[in-house]
């Protein structure tokens, strides 16, 4: 998997004058576009879309400081409509204007290229089991939060807060299978997984249970999960659990995520300080290359 990731890496290095497609990065990688964007925000810490716009405006820059050909020749052959909309652009990476950067010699700042390889730390091993579940419901309360990579998520405990005992109570008594009871479930995010953005946010059961009218409700179609478990320090131990799946596991598994929502069942000590977890990934098996 990473040796054809890289390859797509190669593949835009070599396309950043043109208009690169996900769908051709994503058959490079032998992946889905919907998981390829997933993997590449979580292993390279940016959205792909940004990274190509880095990488696209630092080899710009280097043509703007050569001065062989005109601003406005080194937009358009880097895609760009305008002199100004490539200004704009330019500025935003480098802090200064490409006119001000030929001028000056101003120093400017570079996105270096970027390849994969999977470093194995410890000798420490990762728990994991497939599950094919048929379609379910998630019925519970819902709200939408922005994304916290690290510690508590303020957004989060103050809505859980705002639900009252009785409510929590109703909402357990329809659990009727795996993963069971409250479970924490992260939904509709978007691809880049960068924080501050929004997702749906999930307190509820997983269900075959008719909802009531009163609770929110998102049906979930049939597919398979793969499910990881952990225990340690609350809330990091979760969130390192989701960093470690898609750094580590799936890069080396035969396995890519499809859309679905992200199920955690969290059991926290008594102290609030330990946690023991379970995660749900929706997967599907990587298709054998013919």
Do not use: C
């Amino acid at each position: 998997m990473l040796d054809r990731l890289n390859e797509a890496m190669a593949y835009i290095e070599r396309h950043l004058d043109q208009k690169i497609e996900v769908a051709e990065l994503a058959r490079i990688a032998l992946t889905s576009e919907y998981h390829f964007r997933r993997l590449f925000s979580a292993l390279a810490g940016m959205p792909l879309s940004e990274y190509i716009r880095r990488r696209r405006l630092t080899v710009a820059g280097a043509d703007v400081l050569a001065g062989e050909r005109t601003l406005l020749d080194v937009a358009v052959h880097y895609g760009y409509g305008s002199a100004e909309a490539f200004a704009r652009a330019f500025h935003a990476v480098h802090g200064v204007g490409p006119g001000e950067a030929r001028r000056t010699g101003a120093a400017l700042r570079a996105q270096p290229r970027m390849s994969f390889r999977l470093t194995v730390e410890g000798s420490g091993s990762m728990e994991y089991r497939i599950v094919d579940k048929d379609a379910f419901a998630l019925v519970g309360r819902k709200a939408r939060v922005p994304l916290v990579h690290e510690g508590m998520n303020p957004s989060i405990v103050a809505f859980i807060r705002s639900i009252d005992k009785e409510t929590t109570e109703r909402i357990e008594a329809l659990s009727d299978q795996e993963p069971k009871g409250i479970v924490n479930v992260s939904d509709n995010l978007a691809d880049s997984r960068q924080e501050g953005t929004e997702l749906d946010y999930w307190h509820g059961v997983v269900t075959n249970a008719a909802p009531p009218e009163d609770l929110d409700a998102l049906p979930v179609r049939a597919g398979s999960w793969a499910v990881f478990t952990t225990s340690g320090a609350f809330p990091q131990a979760v969130q390192y659990l989701w960093r470690d799946v898609f750094t580590q596991w799936f890069p080396s598994n035969p396995y890519r995520s499809r859309p679905g929502p992200e199920i955690s069942r969290v059991r926290v000590s008594a102290d609030g300080t330990q946690a023991d977890a379970e995660l749900w990934i929706p997967v599907e098996r990587v298709p054998t290359p013919m």
